[in-house]
């Protein structure tokens, strides 16, 4: 088991994230003309595993407080990052990762329930991940914050309620085979996922993330499922095709 560190959280600070509240300015900004086709690219989807995040960067982040973190979504399941679409050059609302003056603005409005649907499976939101994400990623994507959101967070619940996000949820604080993962993963979204599928690990073999590559419809939406899973850049070590397949990944669990 690994423990994260901090003292205090700041649900506060979640709850202002995620009220909406006036458009950013450049809410609808001019999408360079390469990128303004909805449906020509994919999406990296990235997965945190919580306790392991927490352990290894917990400093200066409140959703790694003590405190329910132990009875959490995030505690033995996996946890939305971002949804990256993949273009060959970046497209960001911030001009810069840097930008000093991005947590001064806004996140668009969320309906209700994607708000409660993010405040469960994106414990980020805590530490201004929301925005960052709508900023970097998510208006390139060329769907509203809402339906952004809507099927990010969707896509983590699927995952949730899978034969893998059973076995990990089982595994927390023990371990689990990388062929066992990618086995459940195959069971649940069929063979592209041995190939789309990334299983990333840390100091010790810790599990720390999971990425999967999507194909974007034409209206730019995706989903997590085996009409849209594609292949994984193949110089990705860590796909389920690669690597030793009786390697034991341990799962990180709170104390």
């Known amino acids: 088991m690994r423990k994260g560190v901090q003292q205090t959280a ?7 994230l995620l009220s909406g509240g006036p458009a950013l300015a450049g809410d609808s900004p001019s999408i360079p003309a390469d990128k303004q086709t909805p449906g020509h690219h994919t999406y990296m989807l990235v997965l945190s595993w919580e306790p392991e995040f927490c352990y290894l960067h917990g400093d200066g982040h409140p959703e790694c407080a003590a405190g329910d973190r132990a009875t959490s979504f995030g505690a033995t399941h996996l946890t939305l990052h971002g949804l990256w679409p993949q273009w060959s050059s970046a497209c960001s609302l911030s ?21 409660s649907t993010l405040a469960e499976v994106m414990p980020g939101i805590a530490s201004g991940l929301t925005l960052h994400e709508w900023q970097k990623h998510g208006y390139c994507s060329g769907l ?23 076995l990990l949820a089982n595994a927390t604080g023990k371990s689990v085979t990388r062929k066992a993962l990618c086995d459940a993963l195959a069971a649940d979204f069929g063979e592209a996922a041995r190939q789309s599928a990334v299983l990333g690990t840390g100091k010790a073999a810790f599990l720390t993330q999971i990425t999967f590559t999507l194909k974007a419809a034409d209206d730019g939406t995706t989903a997590l499922d085996a009409v849209h899973l594609t292949e994984s ?5 860590g796909r389920c095709d690669k690597g030793n397949p009786d390697e034991a990944l341990k799962v990180a669990g709170f104390k």
């Open 95 to 115: 001009a810069k990762d840097n930008d000093p003056t991005w947590k001064d603005r806004v996140l668009p409005p969320l309906s209700p329930a994607v708000q």
């Open 233 to 237: 850049p193949a110089d990705q070590a």
């Open 10 to 16: 700041m649900a506060a600070l979640a709850a202002f």
């Open 144 to 166: 509203s914050a809402d339906q952004y959101y809507a099927q990010a967070g969707a896509m983590v619940k699927t995952l949730g309620n899978s034969k893998a996000g059973t």
